[in-house]
């Protein structure tokens, strides 16, 4: 294992020896700059990045409260319904890759407004829809909308906060659970004063919101630092762009691109490939939660303005394990493997107990932990990579585009498999306990690993891509070479 821990002179460099190669780090530039590092503007990148969380998932809760409107109206079935809505979510997750890339070649600031704006457009267009095929379309725009900021709102956090990070994470998709807790009942009462479009148009204005949270985005110093050295890697291994022939620029556009779509991560961190795995099944059993719940409430016997108030408690579980496990996972209390496992288990307890239930204290109850431990496990994602890539960071960006690919699997048929379930058996009762049984799949494929996790976490930062940024590599100015085996 080669250790870098020694102190050298400013102007000294490390030849670094392993399996791999050989590898020169320049000690002088290698040290990660501390500007702003939790602390000072620190805080105002964490309210903008939960600010455009909030109105993220709170359209996801939002469009449970729009289904029973839109079967009636539109003569839609369940099925359908759940099919344009996972669409709008799924999709926007399934091109995580693409987002993870964008952050390469645009600022957080240019990736947050343009999302705010086409997601904004994407409501208008749906409160306008008179066919299934409309609002198809209107979803997919909403859902492009809404992927442009999920990569780079995560990214900037991880800039912004180390020491703080799992906090800073968990109140940024607190900020989710708080639109989940105070759109849907605010919706509902405009749904009753102005119908289900001008309801959805009236959002629509209330999105353009993303956008402020988006102009309050900077990037920080050593995202400067990256950009500003791959383009003079790029400069020196293929000349200017002036130099080159516009199909060479274009290529090399596309090559550039499709290196920092980040499916590379798999190859060296195969043990990701459980977790994501799960992931996907979980995400499929929440996005079922999430559509259904006002639904399933109203078939139970209770009307929809008190149906939307169980979808408001799920919220409000969620807001409270969001805010509470972050400090948890920093103070080193519990691992964010250990606590996915947690919440996967109860979120399958919860989801099996919906059928058995008709008390409206007991659906209350249950309804605010099934928020509690479905939807504290999403900013525990990002907890839980980070500790799987500690000694990769580089690799950090790619994983969240992999993770919401994988996510968006789940997303894309958890919403159809529910309304599919309902259409062929009348009820939601079959939905929901086989949403259980998916929930505790995923709890399994965790559970049955718990030796290749700790050898992960155990793993010496020798792998390929390490801890130290290999951009700051400076060959042709080495002054002295200290070679350590």
């Not at 469009?63 to 979510?89: D, H, Y």
Request: hydrophobic fraction near 50%.
């Amino acid at each position: 294992m080669v250790d870098l821990s020694l102190e050298l002179s400013p102007r000294s460099t490390t030849k670094v020896i392993n399996r791999y190669g050989v590898t020169y780090i320049n000690m002088s530039s290698s040290k990660r700059p501390n500007q702003h590092i939790d602390s000072g503007y620190s805080w105002v990148i964490l309210f903008a990045a939960t600010l455009v969380a909030f109105f993220q998932l709170g359209i996801a809760k939002v469009f449970g409260v729009f289904i029973p409107e839109l079967i009636e109206q539109l003569q839609m079935s369940a099925f359908a319904v759940g099919l344009n809505f996972s669409i709008a979510f799924g999709l926007a997750s399934l091109l995580g890759p693409v987002w993870t890339a964008l952050t390469y070649h645009m600022s957080h600031r240019e990736l947050v407004v343009s999302g705010g704006v086409l997601s904004s457009i994407g409501l208008i267009g749906a409160s306008l829809s008179q066919s299934s095929v409309h609002l198809c379309c209107s979803m997919v725009l909403l859902s492009i909308g809404s992927g442009l900021p999920l990569v780079a709102k995560i990214v900037s956090i991880k800039d912004f906060f180390e020491k703080k990070f799992a906090m800073a994470n968990g109140i940024t998709y607190t900020g989710g659970a708080i639109g989940m807790t105070v759109l849907a009942p605010i919706i509902e009462v405009l749904i009753n004063t102005y119908g289900w479009r001008g309801a959805m148009l009236i959002f629509a204005s209330m999105n353009f919101n993303m956008c402020v949270g988006g102009t309050l985005m900077i990037q920080h110093e050593r995202s400067h630092t990256s950009a500003k050295q791959d383009k003079q890697r790029e400069h020196d291994t293929s000349g200017s762009p002036s130099q080159r022939s516009w199909m060479d620029n274009i290529l090399g556009l596309i090559k550039n691109f499709t290196k920092n779509l980040g499916f590379s991560v798999l190859c060296n961190h195969r043990i990701l490939l459980t977790y994501l795995t799960a992931m996907m099944v979980h995400d499929l059993a929440f996005c079922g939660w999430v559509l259904f719940l006002v639904s399933y409430t109203i078939t139970v016997g209770y009307t929809a303005q008190v149906a939307s108030f169980l979808s408001a408690l799920g919220g409000g579980g969620a807001l409270l394990g969001r805010l509470i496990v972050g400090p948890f996972i920093d103070k080193g209390v519990i691992s964010g493997h250990m606590a996915f496992i947690i919440f996967l288990v109860g979120g399958a307890v919860m989801m099996f107990s919906y059928p058995f239930v008709e008390a409206y204290w007991l659906l209350s109850l249950i309804s605010f932990m099934s928020g509690f431990c479905l939807g504290s496990t999403s900013p525990i994602y990002v907890v839980l990579f980070k500790e799987i890539l500690r000694n990769d960071e580089s690799a950090f960006a790619g994983s969240m585009g992999l993770q919401l690919m994988f996510r968006s699997i789940g997303w894309f048929a958890g919403g159809p498999l529910t309304g599919w379930l309902y259409d062929i058996s009348g009820n939601f009762y079959f939905s929901f306990m086989t949403l259980a049984g998916l929930e505790a799949i995923g709890a399994l494929l965790i559970i049955i690993r718990p030796s290749r996790f700790k050898k992960c976490l155990s793993r010496p930062e020798t792998n390929r891509s390490a801890y130290l940024d290999m951009k700051d590599i400076n060959v042709a100015t080495l002054d002295t070479q200290v070679e350590k085996v």
